[in-house]
Each structure stands twice: as C-alpha cells, then as structure tokens.
C-alpha cells in the first residue's frame, strides 16, 4: 500500500487505447447484437473481464454442491445462505471502497465486535433506545474512519500499519466494553433481531420491488445510452437493454417463487442488496465515486487533475469503518448476542477476501460495489456446501484460500493482458 506523500507512478484504471475505443465503436455502431456480442468477446480478449469469472464461478459451485447433497438448492437452505452473507457481505462492501483507492482495513472484524458490544451494552445494560445505540456505533466507526484517514495522509503511516494496530487496540476495547462477561443477550422480542432473524417480505411486495428494480434499471440504461449518443459514443441496440431486463427480470422472479417455498426474502438481504445498489450507483454516477477510481489508479495523476487526494482517502476509510459497524450490528442481532467471539475468527479476512474474490483488484482502481455481493456469495456458498456434506473446518479454509488464489491469479493475468494490448 502506497503512502499519499510519495507520487505514483501506477495506473490501473485500464483506460482503453484510442485503437480499442475505435475497434469497439465499429463493432458496436449499428450492428445490433451481434457487435455487442462482438464488442463484449474484444474486451474479453484484451483482460476486460468484469466480474465473468466469479458468476461462472459461483453458477460451477452451485452445480457441484447441488450435485453432491440436493438439500443445498432447497428453499430452506437458501433463505439461511441470504440471511449467512448480509452481515458480512455489508463488511465486505466497505473493504471494495478502501481498496478502490489502493488501501486496506485489517481492522474490519474489531471493528464490527465492538459496534456489537456498544449495541449490547447502551441497548440491554444501560436501556437507550435501540436507535440511539445503533446511532452511537455508527459514530464511533465513522470517527475511527477519519483517525484512520488522518494518521494516513499527515503522517504517511501506511495504512496497513494503522488499521493493524486498530485490530489489536479495538479487539482489547471491545473486550473492555462487555465486561467480566464477556456475552450480553439481546433480547429476541427487541425489533433489530426480529429484523435480522423473522422478518420477511410476503411474495407479492417482492415481486413489486424486484418490478420497479427492472424498472429502473431499464430507464437508467436508456438515459446512459442518450447522454452517450449526444456525446458522439456507441450506445449499443436497445434490444440488448430490452434481453437485459428480460433476464433479471426471469431471474428474480424464478428466486423469488422458490424463496417463497419457504420463508421468503429476507429484510435483512433486501437492506444488503440495496447498501450494493446504492454504492454503484454512487461510484459510478457521482464525482466522488469517479474521484476514489481516479486516486486508485493513479495518485499523483488525480492530484495533478485538482482531485483533493487526501480527503478522498479520508472519506473511503470512513466509509469503511462505517460499514463495518453496520455489519456488526446486523450479525449481532441474527446471533441475538454480543460476545467477544463478536467481529472475531476468520471475520476479518472473510471480508476481505470476498471484495477480492469479487473483482475488485488488489492494487486499486478497478473494482465495483457488486464485487461484495458476488465474492460474499462464493465464499459463504462454499462454507455452507462443506457444512452440508459434513467435512470440517480445516477443509473449509483449504478450499477458500485456494479460491482465493485463484480469484488473485486471475487478477494479475487479466492486468497483463490488458498491459500487452495498450492498456496500463
């Protein structure tokens, strides 16, 4: 991880060379699905791989656990992997927005124990009002954030150093905050368990929000289209917008049928899915999110464009303590508990591991906010696959560090490849 003071030299945006720009507008331009199908195999070929490779990932792990115990696709197996991956997946969202701007949080997993342990304590010990508890734990996440940040940017502490002092320091605080204890109960009939653990949206307000989802998503890709179209840019044919919302729209209905089976979709994940949403939409279609890729790729390129660096870094660690906090919130109220195993064992680097395994690069500047769904997905449907066929732990962390790997190897080939056709 690089220091703010010093200029870089990287760049791992992945701008495409005006050769590939031209070659995928001719492809594209006016030849409907066949140039977009044969742009999509031209950004393929030259290491643009998107988050391809984990979906035929994920959709081979399905395959082979389904094969392997047919409980694993049953509704009811399914409705606890949704509710398995929202606490962690909320994490993991943070950690993309941190390795956007080529840094990282090791810190992540202390950090969502002791938000548990403000929750237990204000909440069931000292009778403060659920809201004004949860409202206390965000705080301290987002001023830790900026301690982080400011540490980072005015002494140039890296901050791997920083945020693994945080881990120690804040693993100690959280155990100081239970108490001789160590466990504090909350109690089921309160309303942030019942929203981590029974709440559940009935068939036909699913249906609905998938609906307007489609929607949306449709009216978005007109409206991207028409702005390029008036910047002189391939649009692409409205046909493939059309199949796009055709499939999602498929997809989700078919999940949602089978969740309804048993217990349905689950508020919880809804609120996970629509944290993801929301952070693409805002790294893709605001400043600041086009400012964190900018610094990512390439520090002293975004300095020199006015980009304020430094408070970009400020605000990305923010951002992921903040959600940090808000996942341990939620794993908290699906355990019903905050203990000192809060936030701890392989937590941490689960995290991180999913935002990795996802696609977003170790390096910074590539990634999105899906990568924390896919990766969170991936890892938690392997756990739960092993779990199934009752194979122990040991196996378990075998098989998702090799994942791991795999996710990382593929990240530095797909950068080479696009290094060897023009691309930085």
Same mark, same amino acid.
């Given at each position: !991880?690089?220091?703010?003071?010093?200029?870089?030299?990287?760049?791992?945006?992945?701008?495409?060379?005006?050769?590939?720009? @031209?070659?995928?507008?001719? @492809?594209?331009?006016?030849?409907?699905?066949? $140039?977009?199908?044969?742009?999509? @195999?031209? #950004?393929?070929?030259?290491?643009?791989?998107?988050?391809?490779?984990?979906?035929? $990932?994920?959709?081979?792990?399905?395959?082979?656990?389904?094969?392997?115990?047919?409980?694993?696709?049953?509704?009811?197996?399914?409705?606890?992997?949704?509710?398995?991956?929202?606490?962690?997946?909320?994490?993991?969202?943070?950690?993309?927005?941190?390795?956007?701007?080529?840094?990282?949080?090791?810190?992540?997993?202390? =950090?969502?124990?002791?938000?548990?342990?403000?929750?237990?304590?204000?909440?069931?010990?000292?009778?403060?009002?659920?809201?004004?508890?949860?409202?206390?734990?965000?705080?301290? +996440?987002?001023?830790?954030?900026?301690?982080? +940040?400011?540490?980072?940017?005015?002494?140039?502490?890296?901050?791997?150093?920083?945020?693994?002092?945080?881990?120690?320091?804040?693993?100690?605080?959280?155990?100081?905050?239970? $108490?001789?204890? +160590?466990?504090?109960?909350?109690?089921?009939?309160?309303?942030?368990?019942?929203?981590?653990?029974?709440?559940?949206?009935?068939?036909?307000?699913?249906?609905?929000?998938?609906?307007?989802?489609?929607?949306? !998503?449709?009216?978005?890709?007109?409206?991207?289209?028409?702005?390029?179209?008036?910047?002189?840019?391939?649009?692409?044919?409205?046909?493939? &917008?059309?199949?796009?919302?055709?499939?999602?729209?498929?997809?989700?209905?078919?999940? &949602?049928?089978?969740?309804?089976?048993?217990?349905?979709?689950?508020?919880?994940?809804?609120?996970?899915?629509?944290?993801?949403?929301? !952070?693409?939409?805002?790294?893709?279609?605001?400043?600041? +999110? #086009?400012?964190?890729?900018?610094?990512?790729?390439?520090?002293?390129?975004?300095?020199?464009?006015?980009?304020?660096?430094?408070?970009?870094?400020?605000?990305?660690?923010?951002?992921?303590?903040?959600?940090?906090?808000?996942?341990?919130?939620?794993?908290?109220?699906?355990?019903?508990?905050?203990?000192?195993?809060?936030?701890?064992?392989?937590?941490?680097?689960?995290?991180?591991?999913?935002?990795?395994?996802? $696609?977003?690069? =170790?390096?910074?500047?590539?990634?999105?906010?899906?990568?924390?769904?896919?990766?969170?997905?991936? &890892?938690?449907? &392997?756990?739960?696959?092993?779990?199934?066929?009752?194979?122990?732990?040991?196996?378990?962390?075998?098989?998702?560090?090799?994942?791991?790997?795999?996710?990382?190897?593929?990240?530095?080939?797909?950068?080479?490849?696009?290094?060897?056709?023009?691309?930085?």
């Amino acid at each position: !991880m690089s220091s703010p003071t010093t200029p870089q030299t990287k760049d791992n945006s992945a701008p495409t060379t005006v050769a590939a720009d @031209l070659q995928d507008e001719r @492809l594209t331009r006016g030849q409907g699905l066949r $140039g977009a199908f044969a742009g999509f @195999l031209t #950004r393929v070929r030259t290491g643009d791989l998107g988050s391809l490779p984990i979906v035929v $990932g994920l959709i081979i792990i399905w395959i082979v656990f389904q094969a392997l115990n047919p409980r694993f696709l049953s509704a009811t197996n399914l409705v606890d992997l949704t509710l398995q991956v929202a606490p962690l997946g909320v994490i993991a969202l943070g950690v993309v927005v941190v390795l956007l701007v080529g840094q990282i949080d090791l810190s992540i997993g202390s =950090l969502s124990g002791l938000s548990a342990a403000i929750l237990g304590v204000t909440f069931v010990n000292w009778g403060w009002p659920i809201w004004a508890a949860i409202l206390l734990a965000l705080v301290v +996440g987002a001023v830790i954030g900026y301690f982080y +940040g400011f540490l980072f940017t005015r002494f140039g502490v890296p901050t791997f150093v920083v945020t693994l002092a945080g881990l120690m320091g804040f693993l100690g605080l959280q155990l100081w905050v239970l $108490g001789p204890s +160590g466990t504090i109960n909350i109690p089921y009939n309160s309303w942030i368990v019942e929203f981590a653990t029974s709440w559940f949206l009935p068939p036909w307000l699913a249906y609905t929000i998938a609906g307007l989802v489609v929607v949306g !998503m449709v009216l978005n890709d007109i409206s991207r289209a028409r702005r390029r179209a008036r910047s002189g840019l391939s649009t692409g044919p409205v046909s493939l &917008i059309v199949i796009k919302a055709i499939v999602v729209a498929v997809i989700a209905a078919i999940a &949602i049928t089978w969740l309804a089976t048993n217990r349905g979709v689950s508020v919880m994940f809804l609120l996970f899915v629509a944290l993801v949403g929301a !952070m693409a939409t805002v790294l893709t279609r605001t400043r600041w +999110g #086009r400012w964190l890729y900018a610094v990512g790729g390439n520090e002293e390129a975004a300095r020199r464009a006015g980009i304020n660096v430094k408070t970009i870094y400020i605000s990305a660690l923010m951002v992921g303590t903040i959600l940090a906090t808000l996942g341990g919130l939620m794993a908290a109220a699906r355990l019903t508990a905050a203990s000192i195993s809060s936030g701890g064992g392989t937590d941490n680097l689960t995290a991180i591991a999913a935002a990795v395994i996802g $696609g977003t690069s =170790l390096f910074g500047g590539r990634g999105s906010a899906w990568s924390a769904l896919l990766g969170i997905f991936v &890892i938690k449907s &392997i756990q739960n696959g092993l779990v199934l066929l009752s194979l122990d732990s040991d196996v378990q962390f075998m098989v998702t560090g090799a994942v791991l790997l795999l996710a990382v190897i593929i990240d530095a080939l797909s950068r080479r490849s696009r290094a060897s056709h023009g691309t930085a």
